[in-house]
């Protein structure tokens, strides 16, 4: 019996912990706005892992997180976005204004999350900006960023803080100005034709590949900081783009594969882009840190629904890593998809393709098919990361109009060669319950006209049609904007 209380108490004091409290005070009070914390595994925040707490009418709120190790994690309200500094089994008290605009720390963690406060990494900054992203030169802006990092590390070492804290934003720090120049790129979409800075693609590149130069890659001290994760998930576009033509790019990929760049062509795209991602982390990272980064593109890719190469990649690091400390997190991650894979009822299960859809030739047939119901058209591809964001949230739409006269139809739209393999695999994952239609030429053709008379078709989209057949609109509420979309389809009952 003593036996049994001894181990019971021991499971309750690692479930304990393993969390953290994060409690505090929003001033004025909002009534029914929520915060939404999340606790990644590496730097990307998933919407499927929010929690949410609603303050009470005093505007104060507690909440435990699942937190195992010393990390960032996120705390989101009105549009803004807080980067924390989490250990388990601490505690974080947040005062705090309702934009997060001004922040007080207290708790056990206070001191470590107002200390980088002051240096600016809550914000997901450092120091304070003296450039123009747009208008001043990428090397200048490195050159500025470089002298931030040399004054926070300075403060840094002035500190008398927890051996363990230090580790972490020294790192954060030291990869600051790589993770920075990735976060500008993409603001300034410099690799699309939208660029907007007034410098061109090669003085970026240059600047990202300086940045690099000084950065370790494999560094072991540094797997929880923030700004290394960043710096690690970007590698595999980081050797993308330091090819300035084709020929440099060959040689880069003949260099990651080990292999003529005509078989490596080939095998990209029969087994698609993350198959190169996986290649290239494998290539950049030893040790500890290529664990860490195979596990971070899996847990990733389940996270975000990416699921190519999602498999191979899997038994691959079981194989290597048997004993890898991300095991267990990754197979946690791992057991939904492929027990998915193994799924063979699905139209038992509710999901229902239909026959011959490739050969639908308008939306027309499409709603013939459901006379006397409202018909919700999900507008998706397996290619599009917002339309799999939406996913999570088709359940709770579901639920809401249980028995009830709506019927729910998904069409696909894919531009792969044979992507039914694919498409029928992520439709079990996310277990999209309804009709299912792989668009064909003619239906895709039909949309594109449709769309066209107000803009651009684009994805994902969402079409409402009511119990006469008639199409209500074709920019329908998202699944995430709930009751905006629940309002629209009950008017049509």
């Not at 001290?221 to 330091?242: C, G, W």
Request: charged fraction near 25%.
């Amino acid at each position: 019996m003593r036996l049994l209380f001894l181990c019971a108490a021991l499971a309750a004091f690692t479930t304990s912990h393993a969390q953290m409290t994060v409690s505090g005070k929003i001033s004025p009070p909002q009534s029914g706005k929520a915060l939404v914390f999340n606790v990644p595994f590496d730097c990307w925040l998933h919407t499927a892992n929010a929690v949410e707490v609603v303050p009470d009418k005093k505007g104060k709120f507690s909440i435990r997180l699942a937190v195992e190790k010393p990390q960032i994690i996120f705390m989101i309200h009105a549009g803004r976005r807080l980067q924390l500094y989490a250990e388990q089994g601490k505690t974080l008290v947040i005062d705090t204004d309702d934009s997060l605009k001004t922040v007080r720390f207290g708790g056990s963690l206070g001191r470590e999350n107002q200390f980088r406060q002051k240096l600016g990494l809550t914000t997901n900054s450092l120091g304070k900006q003296t450039w123009n992203d747009t208008l001043t030169a990428p090397g200048q802006i490195l050159i500025e960023l470089r002298k931030a990092q040399h004054s926070a590390l300075s403060q840094l070492n002035d500190s008398k803080i927890t051996t363990t804290f230090l580790r972490m934003t020294r790192a954060d720090i030291e990869y600051f100005a790589v993770s920075k120049l990735w976060d500008l790129i993409w603001k300034n979409n410099v690799w699309t034709s939208r660029h907007n800075s007034r410098y061109e693609q090669k003085e970026w590149r240059q600047t990202l590949k300086t940045a690099h130069e000084v950065v370790v890659l494999s560094n072991v001290s540094a797997l929880n900081s923030y700004h290394y994760q960043i710096m690690v998930s970007y590698y595999p576009r980081y050797l993308q783009h330091l090819a300035s033509n084709k020929e440099e790019f060959a040689r880069i990929a003949e260099a990651v594969f080990k292999k003529p760049f005509a078989e490596v062509n080939l095998e990209v795209r029969q087994k698609g882009e993350r198959y190169w991602e996986h290649a290239a982390l494998q290539y950049g990272f030893t040790g500890r840190a290529q664990e860490y980064a195979i596990a971070s593109f899996l847990i990733k890719g389940i996270n975000a629904g990416d699921l190519e190469y999602q498999q191979e990649a899997y038994q691959d690091f079981v194989k290597r890593f048997p004993e890898s400390p991300y095991r267990s997190q990754v197979e946690k991650k791992m057991k939904p998809y492929l027990e998915s894979l193994a799924e063979t009822k699905l139209e038992s299960k509710g999901i229902h393709f239909v026959q011959d859809s490739r050969t639908v030739p308008t939306l027309d047939s499409v709603i013939a098919n459901h006379k006397g119901r409202v018909i919700f058209i999900d507008m998706w591809g397996t290619w599009c990361g917002p339309c799999r964001q939406e996913f999570p949230f088709n359940q709770a739409l579901k639920d809401r109009f249980k028995d009830k006269p709506v019927d729910f139809t998904y069409i696909a739209v894919e531009h792969r060669p044979n992507p039914e393999k694919k498409w029928q695999e992520m439709i079990a994952f996310y277990h999209l319950t309804g009709y299912h239609i792989l668009a064909g030429k003619n239906l895709v053709e039909h949309l594109r006209k449709i769309y066209s008379q107000q803009g651009n078709l684009i994805f994902p989209s969402y079409i409402l049609v009511d119990k006469l057949g008639n199409i209500v609109t074709i920019h329908a509420k998202r699944p995430s904007e709930r009751e905006a979309l629940y309002k629209q389809i009950e008017q049509l009952l």
